[in-house]
């Protein structure tokens, strides 16, 4: 391949995480001939019908990338696949996909969503790679998913602030057409449990109450974070730990400055996590009422 040819070849993949399609290709200046020796020598890998990732090694996000761009220019990254990359479910083996062209084709590995609506508000970016806004990603999500676990996923979205009830609750009327919308209006009503705390805050709620321990205030705002758990007597704020939200580098020294900030306003702050929640009960209940003697 001429230099010209690859250079413009790697500021594209550079563009699409390592992806590039037949027709970019063409567009650039790489016929077939340079094509079919550069996936011989290894230069371009098919991943699916005209669509080749660049060099021997994937990028991160090249799969979803890939998916995109074989299912066409209108589609978006969406249902488990989007809510995995909001960290509110684990990677989905296939990736879901969205679309509102028709005769989108589901390819390898891809699961392709028809849908006749796909408003510029229902879009963000991430990396670069469109996928559903949180909103719309509970929206489809509601038609696939349990009551329980529907619910579980509304409270943990809210507890990691990527939606509220009153953002929900318009998508709810946004969408009212939609299959699974009555799963997820049923989960914003007054009868169901609260929707601010996460399974683990419930659970560890309940523990307070059981082992006769003061009650605290819950979804305090101090300052500009709102905390758990707060008894304003003992000066103690307690936070739930949810593994999808807590875990990583950036999530450690993001609560590392909030706890030191906290501290710095007269307060004390203890962390419980999901693991401790479901295997260590006791010494939780003894941590908590040390605290609050």
Known sequence: MPVRERSELLALARAQHG?????????????RR??????????????????YVVGPVE?????????????????VLSHHTAAAHYALVSEPTAIDVSTTARGARPRQGVHVHHTSRLPHG????????????PERTLVDLAATLS??????????????????????TAAVARHRDRPGVRALRAALSDHAPSLTRSEAERRLL??????????????????PYEVDFFWPDHRLV????????????AAFERDRIRDADLQNRGLRVLRVTWHQLAT?????????????A
């Open 19 to 31: 992806c590039v399609t037949a027709a970019q290709l063409a567009a650039a200046g790489v016929g």
């Open 122 to 133: 229902d879009v963000r970016l991430y990396h670069r790679l469109p996928l559903t806004s």
């Open 34 to 51: 340079a094509i079919g020796s550069s996936l011989a020598t290894g230069g371009l890998r098919r991943i699916h019908r005209a669509i």
């Open 59 to 75: 990028a991160p996000h090249a799969r979803a990338m890939a998916a995109l761009l074989a299912v066409g220019p209108h589609a």
């Open 238 to 249: 307690v936070e739930v730990d949810g593994y999808a939200f807590h875990s990583g580098r």
């Open 147 to 168: 009551g329980n676990a529907l619910q579980r996923l509304v409270e943990e979205a809210q507890v990691r602030r990527l939606v509220t009830r009153a953002t929900l």
């Open 206 to 223: 309940e523990l307070v109450r059981a082992a006769g321990l003061p009650a605290p205030r819950t979804n305090v705002r101090i300052g």
């Open 280 to 292: 260590a009960v006791p010494a939780v209940v003894a941590r908590l009422a040390t605290a609050l």
